[in-house]
């Protein structure tokens, strides 16, 4: 049985029809950067939990969790309705390997992001350590419509701090947008669109984070994988590593 701490919501924050912001005070252990954890709620007796990965860096607060509100979805339409002050239950530890302590020595490092996939990447873009790692941050978010660019002041922020190592690439798939590379991102690298605005290539001095739709995930894996570059694991240090959104 999961162990679950009380939170209290201090801010929903609405993006757009379907996306979301919980921001939550709750007490939650120690953490990685790019983790995450379960948020839970009693729905008709049942207790139904989801695992999501906090936005906000270690000792940061409130807690942050960007979602996206699923149609018919049992928590996710709930988690969007509630209000200031309403209850909801946190596990206290998190989880996950997508975090900087897991990468090899790179000079590039570049994180690639669908949708609400972009909101362990803000973790870690936001703390001091990626910025002594790497010499060079490229981060891109790939979205349908241009209004699902999101924290937008965050991206700012480190832009204005770390104007000489860091790059933000928006992409937008299903309306023209002048500021952002159209399509998705397997293909923008196949043409040299993505890398022509990162100022340099995906390479063997590069690590690549990915995370998000399954399908981006899979399809720019295998055109990485094709230009030589290998999978990351504990094992065998590679170039690539990844987290699938569901």
């Known amino acids: 049985m999961t162990k679950w701490n009380e939170g209290i919501v201090v801010e929903n ?10 921001r939550v005070d709750a007490a939650i252990e120690p953490f990685e950067a790019g983790q ?8 008709d007796g049942e207790e139904i939990s989801r695992p999501f990965s906090l936005v906000n860096t270690p000792g940061e607060q409130p807690l942050d969790f960007y979602f996206i509100e699923v149609p018919g979805g049992l928590l996710s339409t709930k988690l969007a309705n509630l209000k200031l002050g309403d209850t909801i239950k946190i596990a206290p530890k998190a989880s996950g390997l ?3 302590k897991q990468l090899p020595p790179a000079k590039k490092l570049f994180l690639l992001a669908t949708g609400t996939g972009i909101g362990p990447f803000l973790s870690i873009i936001k703390t001091a350590e990626i910025w002594q790692q790497f010499e060079r941050i490229t981060l891109v978010h790939s979205v349908r419509y241009s209004e699902e660019l999101t924290y937008q002041q965050t991206i700012r922020n480190i832009a204005e701090h770390h ?5 933000y690439i928006p992409m937008v798939s299903r309306e023209p947008c ?7 991102i397997p293909a923008a690298i196949i043409d040299n669109k993505l890398e022509l605005r990162a100022g340099g290539p995906i390479d063997a001095d590069s690590h690549v984070m990915l995370c998000g739709n ?3 995930v899979n399809d720019t894996m ?3 994988l094709k230009r030589g570059l290998k999978k990351h694991s504990r094992r065998e240090p590679g170039h690539i590593s990844i987290e699938k959104y569901w």
């Open 98 to 100: 997508l975090t900087l």
């Open 178 to 184: 002048d500021y952002a590379i159209s399509g998705r």
């Open 36 to 43: 995450f954890t379960r948020l839970a709620l009693d729905i």
């Open 222 to 224: 295998n055109v990485l």
């Open 214 to 216: 399954p399908d981006m």
């Open 13 to 22: 924050k609405q993006w757009t029809s379907t996306l979301h912001s919980l």
């Open 163 to 167: 104007a000489h190592q860091f790059s």
